[in-house]
Every structure is written in C-alpha cells, then in structure tokens.
Nanobody, 116 residues
Framework: QVQLVESGGGLVQPGGSLRLSCAASEFTFSTYAMKWYRQAPGKERELVAAISSAGGTTNYADSVKGRFTIGRDNTKNTAYLQMNSLNSEDTAMYYC?????????WGQGTQVTVSS
C-alpha cells in the first residue's frame, strides 16, 4: 500500500527552525516529483515548495523563498523541508505530495505551530 508519512512538525518559537521529513513507500519514489503544501485554519491549501524527481529543479512560494529549502534523498525514499526563520504565518498543517502525471499521493500531514 502506498504511503507517505510526514514527521518533524511541532511547536517552535518565532525565528526558530524545523526540518520536516516525508518517508515514502510502495511506489517508485525516484520517478515522482515531490511537493510540500500547507493549510492554515480557514485558509486554502498552499503550495510551499516543489522538487523534481531527480532533485535538480526546485521551486518555492514567494512567502518562503530564502527561508525554506526542499530536498530529497532518493536512496532513502525521503523528501525534506528545512524551515528556517519561522514566523507565526508559517503555522499550518504541512502535507507532502508525490506526483507523476495523473498519479498523486498524499501524506496525512504534520502540524507546525510557531508561537512564543
């Protein structure tokens, strides 16, 4: 059964950092682009960052450029989101998404809360 499992969320103070992980199983991870989305209460889901299947191309939402870094390790079937200089507007549930053509898989999400 295809699985994407996010981890690494939690409570962090403003200005702090977190590293999210997304562990994939039961599909050919290295052939899928990976994306991180987030959704805050009362808001639409927002694309935060994306990385190509081989890792050579990345894209970021303007709101996180220079603060977040997306990465992947295809030998470990894992994608990452390094988040630095966090602020209250980054508070949301974060989801990873694997996509290849019309195939798309989602994780269950991990909560990130930025608060003092």
């Amino acid at each position: 059964q295809v699985q994407l499992v996010e981890s690494g969320g939690g409570l962090v103070q403003p200005g702090g950092s977190l590293r999210l992980s997304c562990a994939a199983s039961e599909f050919t991870f290295s052939t899928y682009a990976m994306k991180w989305y987030r959704q805050a209460p009362g808001k639409e889901r927002e694309l935060v960052a994306a990385i190509s299947s081989a890792g050579g191309t990345t894209n970021y939402a303007d709101s996180v450029k220079g603060r977040f870094t997306i990465g992947r390790d295809n030998t470990k079937n894992t994608a990452y989101l390094q988040m630095n200089s966090l602020n209250s507007e980054d508070t949301a549930m974060y989801y990873c998404n694997a996509i290849r053509g019309q195939r798309s898989y989602w994780g269950q999400g991990t909560q990130v809360t930025v608060s003092s």
